[in-house]
């Protein structure tokens, strides 16, 4: 089965899983619980634990609930940024506290973490034993904990006079590389595979979530709005320390990193100085800056699956393909 068609069964699998075992009363809260997985998204990060799981030698059905818990997790994650960012629209809809209000939107949240544990606790009911259940609840906190520290870094980091490129790998390894790591490590867990082998996974994984997140910061500045379903120059509104402001803040001469500096994080820019900002960026070689940095951390995560020995050779060559959608992907 090509990756494609692969990625939607294990998508279908865990969204039933996440439908059958999210519900609840009041209804409006559900549904604002629930909106942003209603609204589709590339289920990568469950993908990435089934697949875990079959190279561990486990199957694809013990991971689900394992799948099900880190989806449920970043969905949370993501309802609270919106919050935190004041963004209108994620996949295409208008965000949780645009549609219930902000006071809702935290409450839906609370109410996600607190049902990724208990989709992961159902694996007791698929027969995985108890003290790997339990082990992938250490592992499920630790990335919980872990992607807080990066949201509150990615906050800081606009704070720092001199933020520099280590800055930014070690706020991204938190907030957004940390939960792919984490899902590998889960499925891997939930199989019982060997510590080494889940290390692999989780070192992999990590590498390829920080070229994803550098292919983010790229598709916010270059990407098209319908195909990523939310605003283009959202991150200089924000005023985020994106590896492409980072980037040009340190190649630019004096006019032009003052021009940057008076739209970053300026909410009322127009989009004429939006779009001439976008513009000083790409002309700095932020682009091909970051594009060669996305491609170093994928070869490292490629060269790590190198060494991965699996009898499921099928779900080891998709794991690959994970990592080459990660970084070439345009939404």
Partial sequence: MDLTSYANVVAKKVEDFIYNNLKGYPQKLYEASLHYIRAGGKRLRPLVVVLSSRIGGGSE???????????????FTLVHDDIIDKDEFRRGVPTVHKLWGVEMGIIAGDLLFAYAYKCLLKALEYSVPSERVAKALEALTEAAITVAEGQALDMLLPEMENADIEDYIDMVSKKTAALFAYSAKIGGILAGAEERLVSNLFNAMMNAGIAFQIRDDILGLVGDEKTLGKPVYSDLREGKRTILVIYSLKNLDEGKKAKVLSVLGNRKADIDSLKEVAQIIRESGAIEYADSLSEMYASRALEI?????????EALEM?????????????
């Fill in 305 to 313: 699956v190198k060494s991965i020995d699996s009898n499921d050779r």
């Fill in 61 to 75: 059905e013990i991971a689900i609930p394992g799948a099900a818990a880190v989806e449920v997790l970043h969905t």
């Fill in 319 to 331: 794991f690959k393909e994970v990592i080459g959608f990660m970084i070439k992907r345009n939404y």
